[in-house]
């Protein structure tokens, strides 16, 4: 896959040979098409989607926030996720288990969240359950790379068209099942999909997009927690 490496700006004409799905800032990258015109969001798809992870605290953040995002936008989350880390204890699951009615209050009073009860609820729900599957699994990591799609269940090419109907998948319904089994809330199959694209379990990014390389790379090399 060739990448743009040069720092000047690309010609009208070069942008316009560009895949669908794909866009070009002034520095020559090329980036999937939903993060364009924030660099917030910019950031976050370079630095952030799509990269693998084992990181429990990291893992049960991300399964909360995707929560949150429900019937929103990732960058309405995405600007309020410092909020959300400082109002939920940094999304640590043992301190957030510990909340009560007066954190739920504090919280529906809180505007640099989403306040809703349901959804809070539902977190402080989710990390007493967490805290029940790490002890079952041995860490929230070893329990959710089990549900990691094998290659001959990907796209067969990774553009916006392959990629943009698919909303879940067989992988991402076991695993909201498996949760749900369990006694997690606001962990749908929809939900789910796009946690695994986030963090790394598929690598979702539009085949020409300069980190796509860099986050297979980072797959190749991601240790599987046993």
């Not at 909201?176 to 790394?200: C, E, I, Y």
Request: glycine share 6%; hydrophobic share 45%.
């Amino acid at each position: 896959m060739a990448e743009a490496t040069t720092d000047a700006p690309l010609s009208a004409a070069t942008a316009q040979t560009l895949a669908p799905g794909l866009y070009q800032d002034g520095t020559g990258a090329v980036r999937c098409f939903w993060c364009e015109g924030d660099p917030l969001y910019e950031a976050y798809h370079d630095r952030e989607w799509g990269r693998p992870t084992a990181d429990d605290r990291y893992l049960f953040e991300k399964l909360c926030l995707e929560g949150f995002q429900a019937g929103l936008s990732w960058l309405t989350i995405l600007r309020k996720r410092e909020s959300f880390r400082a109002g939920f204890a940094n999304f640590e699951p043992a301190a957030v288990a510990a909340f009560g009615d007066a954190d739920v209050e504090r919280l529906l009073a809180d505007a640099g969240i989403v306040r809703h009860r349901a959804k809070i609820l539902s977190t402080i729900n989710n990390a007493r359950r967490a805290l029940a599957l790490i002890e079952e699994a041995g860490s929230l990591a070893a329990f959710l790379w089990r549900f990691e799609p094998k290659a001959e269940d990907r796209p067969a090419r990774f553009d916006k068209a392959s990629l943009m109907p698919i909303t879940f998948t067989a992988q991402s319904t076991a695993l909201s099942k498996a949760l749900k089994a369990r006694g997690w809330t606001f962990v749908g199959p929809t939900t789910m999909h796009a946690f695994m694209q986030a963090v790394g379990m598929v690598n979702d990014h539009i085949e020409g997009c300069s980190c796509r390389a860099e986050a297979e790379a980072a797959r190749r090399a991601f240790v599987r927690p046993a």
